[in-house]
């Protein structure tokens, strides 16, 4: 940390001040380390990743990744996850993924697509708990959101508010708001998808939007898997009223 010293701080005193060239330094120093740069170049994908698959990326060891990634945290360019027993790491925000691009287009670098390891059959679709994963549902949570029926509660939360349009929204489509208001859980929140590393929704309302799409047999359960078959009718469906193409 710099320190400044200026005659008219008060009593001749001294004041902590960081200068905008020592923050960038520092920010640049984070950035510019090749393991890290690696790691970062991969998240730009939008997707989470383990500790273990980006220490992968970024060819070292899982503890000295695990020391990467820790000043990755510090330095605000990646947030943590918590999903179970594992922790994923993304980009901190959108700001960070400008910046990375606007580097990497400097650069000239390539960047790879990401390609899940997922058996095919659960990455369309799948149940997680009594909620829907997989790329269909990640797609119906960013039609949400774009849509503006839902938003984050708070910054820094997976928690999401269901907004006015959102509910007459949903509604029309058959999701049963009541029963889901009524439940004593969290009523709407982002999940970590396993395959498609982005959010699908979970809670009340995730449960009510599955029960909702199994009734109106627009997914079908498949016996003895957690694979979900979106019908012909769903794919229809989704389609005209939510312009998402399965």
Same mark, same amino acid.
């Given at each position: 940390?710099?320190?400044a010293?200026?005659?008219?701080? /008060?009593? $001749?005193g001294?004041?902590?001040v960081?200068?905008p060239?020592a923050?960038?330094? @520092?920010?640049a120093s984070?950035i510019?380390?090749?393991a @890290? ?12 990743? =383990?500790? =273990?698959?980006?220490?992968v +990326? ?5 503890? #000295? ?8 945290? #510090? ?8 999903? $179970?027993?594992h922790r ?9 993924? @400008? ?8 650069? $000239? ?8 390891? #997922?058996? +095919? ?5 799948r149940s ?7 790329r269909?549902? +990640?797609?119906?949570?960013?039609? &949400? ?5 839902l @938003?984050?509660?708070c ?10 349009? /959102? ?5 029309a ?5 009541? #029963?889901?208001g009524?439940?004593?859980?969290? &009523? ?6 396993? *395959?498609?590393?982005?959010m699908?929704l979970?809670?009340?309302? /995730? *449960? ?5 799409? +199994?009734?109106r ?5 498949e ?18 009223r939510?312009?998402?193409e =399965?």
């Amino acid at each position: 940390m710099l320190v400044a010293m200026q005659e008219h701080f /008060g009593y $001749g005193g001294i004041m902590n001040v960081e200068l905008p060239d020592a923050a960038l330094a @520092r920010v640049a120093s984070a950035i510019g380390e090749a393991a @890290r740069a690696r790691m970062l170049i991969c998240l730009l994908d939008g997707r989470a990743r =383990t500790s =273990t698959e980006l220490a992968v +990326v970024a060819e070292v060891a899982p503890p #000295t990744a695990s020391a990467h990634l820790n000043r990755l945290k #510090t330095e605000n360019l990646v947030a943590v996850h918590a999903q $179970g027993k594992h922790r994923y790491y993304a980009l901190k925000s959108a700001q960070v993924a @400008r910046a990375l691009e606007a580097i990497s287009v400097l650069a $000239g670098a390539p960047r790879a697509g990401f390609q899940p390891s #997922t058996p +095919v059959p659960y990455r369309l679709a799948r149940s997680c708990y009594d909620h829907m994963a997989g790329r269909i549902a +990640v797609q119906m949570l960013e039609r &949400f959101r774009a849509l503006r029926w839902l @938003r984050a509660s708070c910054a820094g939360s997976n928690a999401l508010e269901l907004m006015q349009e /959102g509910a007459a929204g949903l509604a029309a489509l058959g999701v049963d708001l009541d #029963t889901a208001g009524a439940a004593r859980r969290k &009523f709407a929140y982002g999940c970590l998808d396993w *395959s498609e590393r982005r959010m699908h929704l979970a809670g009340a309302l /995730g *449960s009510a939007l599955l029960k909702m799409l +199994v009734d109106r047999r627009w997914v079908a359960l498949e016996l003895n898997s957690r694979a979900l078959r979106i019908t012909s009718r769903g794919r229809r469906e989704l389609h005209q009223r939510l312009q998402i193409e =399965t």
